[in-house]
């Protein structure tokens, strides 16, 4: 079983939406999760960080962390096509990892005109 | 904040020769930083972790002796791919860790721009 899954993509929404990128994660010790956003040829942006149980919002963004559930999203809303981008989503590896993370395959978000 | 930068953006090189790849964090200080390769329309793929003043860990199946990983100091690690080949060609990314708590970037990472390597 891989450690951190995603929601199978591509995704696409039309412009204004909400896009809605679902995460699950196997390790119930991890502790902090994130979502990273990937251009076309470009390496990931961090875009969010989520530590604790409940919602985190950041402008468009809300990550949504359910730990009893293992189960983290991130909602966009009002989506733009300058959203259109993969979507990657992290937790720490675990163990004597140094910090390493385990990112899921990704989900390609389109947002259409 | 935040940031980190990677040199060169690009390199072109002939095979057989070598290259070395430059990672900064410009704005903060990083004890690990971590290198990943990444082929077109694939996922990202963790090549090494650095720590500054150790040997760098080596994912399985990653040459250490051909991609060689130097971390010197808290805000600089360098990779060379030695004696580089046509497969070697890829998009090389590496990220930086802040230090745990470091306003509250807690196990954050912070990726470079990259460098593409295209070996002739």
């Known amino acids: 079983q891989k450690e951190v899954e995603q929601n199978s993509g591509p995704l696409s929404v039309p412009e204004g939406a909400i896009a809605s990128l679902n995460c699950t994660y196997s390790?119930?010790?991890?502790?902090?999760f994130f979502w990273y956003r990937q251009y076309s040829g470009k390496s990931p942006e961090l875009i969010m960080s989520i530590y604790s149980n409940g919602d985190k919002e950041d402008g468009r963004f809300t990550a949504q962390l359910n730990k009893a559930s293992q189960y983290v999203s991130l909602l966009i809303r009002d989506s733009q096509p300058s959203d259109s981008a993969t979507y990657l989503c992290a937790a720490p590896a675990g163990g004597t990892s140094y910090g390493k993370l385990t990112f899921g395959q990704g989900t390609i978000l389109t947002v259409h005109p | 904040g935040a940031v980190v930068s990677q040199h060169p953006s690009w390199v072109i090189c002939k095979s057989g020769t070598s290259v070395k790849i430059e990672c900064r964090s410009l704005?903060?200080?990083?004890?690990?930083m971590f290198w990943y390769r990444q082929f077109p329309k694939q996922s990202l793929m963790l090549m090494a972790t650095s720590n500054e003043g150790s040997k760098a860990t080596y994912e399985q199946g990653v040459e250490k002796d051909k991609f060689l990983i130097n971390h010197a100091s808290l805000t600089l690690s360098t990779l060379t791919v030695t004696s580089a080949h046509p497969e070697d060609s890829s998009f090389y990314i590496c990220?930086?860790?802040?230090?745990?708590?470091?306003?509250?970037?807690?196990?954050?990472?912070?990726f470079g721009p990259g460098t593409r390597l295209t070996v002739l």
């Open positions: 990220s930086a860790k802040a230090l745990a708590g470091e306003g509250g970037r807690y196990n954050e990472q912070f």
């Open positions: 704005d903060f200080q990083a004890t690990t």
């Open positions: 390790d119930r010790v991890s502790q902090s």
